[in-house]
């Protein structure tokens, strides 16, 4: 295994530590951010250059964006960045158990067993998780109706959620 | 157990063990909840291509569009508490009282 990737597996963990270690939510955004651009190097260096795509565009850029704007709606006037007693001593803690972890699990892994799709190891585009997202359309149609379903019905769910005129879930009385 | 497996279990676990334990805002807990996403998102990709079983590839598309309906209900959920509460603060959902 590649001295890059451990390097990106080792900002996934980093990221994920950041989100859980209970900051202000901006900084946990910004974790989530660094988190999500490291599993698009991770995803791309084992081929998946297509699924990196989506990763980066709809997650980061559909998902992520929205996630900044409500911190924004959130805002505290008094927050707590990442050096702050708690959420260092949290990260401190969090950070020493997955070392302990990964220190116990050592022995068991393999250093080269890094597989890629098609055995194939250099960058490409045309890959082949390309051809299998595309079977989506055909065999997977049905699959595909339920996923645009759902997202029809959350935007009901959404609307609903947020009326607060007269009826829905948040009505004034 | 190979490094690439051992990490996205931790981050899941990681996600998992933030959602649990002090949360102060109810952005933060949904923010744990995208990190849980992104680690499943991340395990069912090296799946479906450490596997070259390319015809599953496109089960994380499924799932981020499942975990884009879980986000926008829990946004929603977060901005009608902003509206009743004035904050998100989860000390603030224990009151009866809007």
Same mark, same amino acid.
């Given at each position: 295994m590649s001295f890059f990737m451990?390097?990106?597996?080792?900002?996934?963990?980093l990221g994920l530590i950041v989100v859980a270690s209970n900051p202000s939510p901006y900084f946990a955004a910004l974790? $989530? #951010? !660094?988190? %999500?651009?490291?599993?698009?190097?991770?995803?791309v260096w084992h081929g998946g250059s297509f699924l990196c795509f989506i990763l980066f565009l709809i997650y980061l850029g559909?998902? $992520? #964006? !929205?996630? %900044?704007?409500?911190?924004?709606?959130?805002?505290?006037?008094?927050w707590e960045s990442l050096g702050s007693q708690s959420v260092a001593a949290t990260m401190l803690v969090y950070g020493v158990s997955v070392g302990v972890l990964a220190g116990g699990f050592y022995g068991g892994w393999y250093e080269s067993s890094w597989l890629t799709v098609e055995e194939f190891h250099e960058l490409a585009v045309h890959r082949g998780d390309a051809a299998g997202v595309a079977l989506m359309y055909m065999p997977g149609g049905k699959m595909l109706m339920i996923a645009a379903w759902t997202l029809l019905?959350?935007?009901?769910?959404?609307?609903?959620?947020?009326?607060?005129?007269?009826?829905?879930?948040l009505r004034s009385i | 157990m190979t490094p690439v497996h051992f990490t996205f279990s931790s981050a899941f676990m990681l996600g998992l063990t933030g959602l649990t334990f002090h949360r102060t805002h109810l952005l933060s807990a949904l923010l744990c909840l995208e990190g849980m996403m992104l680690s499943l998102f991340v395990a069912l990709s090296l799946w479906a291509l450490q596997l070259s079983s390319i015809s599953f590839s496109a089960s994380p598309l499924l799932l981020l569009a499942f975990s884009a309906c879980e986000a926008s209900a829990g946004l929603a959920l977060l901005v009608a508490t902003a509206r009743t509460h004035g904050s998100d603060r989860m000390q603030s959902l224990n009151l009866l009282q809007c």
């Open positions: 451990s390097l990106l597996l080792l900002g996934l963990v974790g $989530l #951010v !660094v988190a %999500a651009g490291v599993g698009c190097g991770i995803l559909g998902m $992520l #964006v !929205v996630f %900044a704007y409500c911190a924004a709606l959130a805002a505290d006037s008094h019905l959350t935007l009901f769910v959404v609307m609903e959620l947020v009326r607060g005129k007269n009826r829905g879930a | -």
